[in-house]
């Protein structure tokens, strides 16, 4: 019995075990006790992870992945819910205990996942998974460089990421057509020191033109002439380092007219 991959889910199977075995040992086991697996799908990174001392639960879309992982995996401790990660309520799911999110995750909908887990970063101290490699770098990527944008600073703000290897599409089934890159996410125990809201809007703001100069781009924001005098506004948002995103965002925040 296989599962037959359905291309608008996203399925690549991954066939290589050694790199499964490299994603489960890639996580970190700091401060949760579970984790939650999104996409299974034949559950050949679940095997590994059941060999570690945490509760694993899975979360699958597929009927036919979950009707296959519910034959073969009667040892999981957790649960096998079938669903959309994009629509579960996470704390009604899970309550308030801490929850990493593990996966070879459904490269169609990579960012999606990324923003949710921003979102519920409260209560997941970490992301360890695969993406596809472009993916994958944005997230990673510092100032300077054309994959730094809005993903890269949002995630970067609140977690430390780490890029760890890359993975080729040989390893597949079927093969997707690009390069998948493996990373970390650990939650930073630091506070923003600055207004949450303010500071996404500023991110979102400045790569929404991200040719421009700040000076340009934040005109929709309504800020002073004296505050837009300040150097910081002569550059573009890929230059700015994630410090630099909130030391605009605390000026910005201050400005007086
Ligand atoms: N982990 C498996 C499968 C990876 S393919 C392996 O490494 O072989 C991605 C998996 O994510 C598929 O099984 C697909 O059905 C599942 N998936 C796609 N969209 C999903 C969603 N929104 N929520 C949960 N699972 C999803």
């Known amino acids: 019995m296989s599962v037959r991959a359905k291309k608008h889910l996203g399925q690549h199977f991954l066939t290589d075990e050694r790199i499964a075995a490299d994603i489960a040992d890639a996580l970190t086991h700091n401060g949760y006790q579970r984790v939650l697996e999104i996409g299974p799908g034949m559950g050949v990174l679940t095997k590994y992870l059941l060999r570690k001392p945490f509760t694993t639960h899975v979360i699958e879309i597929d009927q036919e992945s979950v009707a296959y992982l519910e034959a073969q995996y009667l040892n999981l401790h957790g649960r096998i819910i079938p669903g959309d990660f994009l629509k579960i309520d996470l704390p009604a799911f899970f309550g308030d205990e801490p929850l990493a999110i593990v996966g070879n995750f459904p490269y169609n909908i990579s960012s999606q996942i990324v923003f949710k887990v921003l979102e519920n970063r409260q209560q997941v101290p970490e992301l360890t998974g695969m993406f596809q490699k472009e993916v994958a770098q944005r997230i990673a ?117």
Request: charged share 25%; hydrophobic share 40%.
């Open 141 to 257: 990527e510092k100032e300077g460089s054309k994959k730094y944008g809005i993903l890269s600073v949002l995630t970067q703000a609140f977690y430390e990421v780490s890029y760890l290897f890359t993975v080729p599409p040989s390893v597949f089934r079927p093969p997707p057509k690009v390069d998948s890159g493996v990373i970390r996410m650990v939650r930073k125990n630091t506070r923003l020191p600055v207004s949450e809201p303010l500071f996404f809007k500023v991110v979102k703001t400045a790569f929404n033109q991200r040719r421009k100069t700040l000076r340009n781009s934040l005109k929709p924001m309504n800020l002073s002439d004296s505050l837009r005098e300040d150097t910081i506004f002569a550059k573009r948002p890929e230059q700015l380092s994630v410090q630099a995103f909130i030391e605009l965002t605390s000026k910005i925040a201050n400005d007086v007219f």
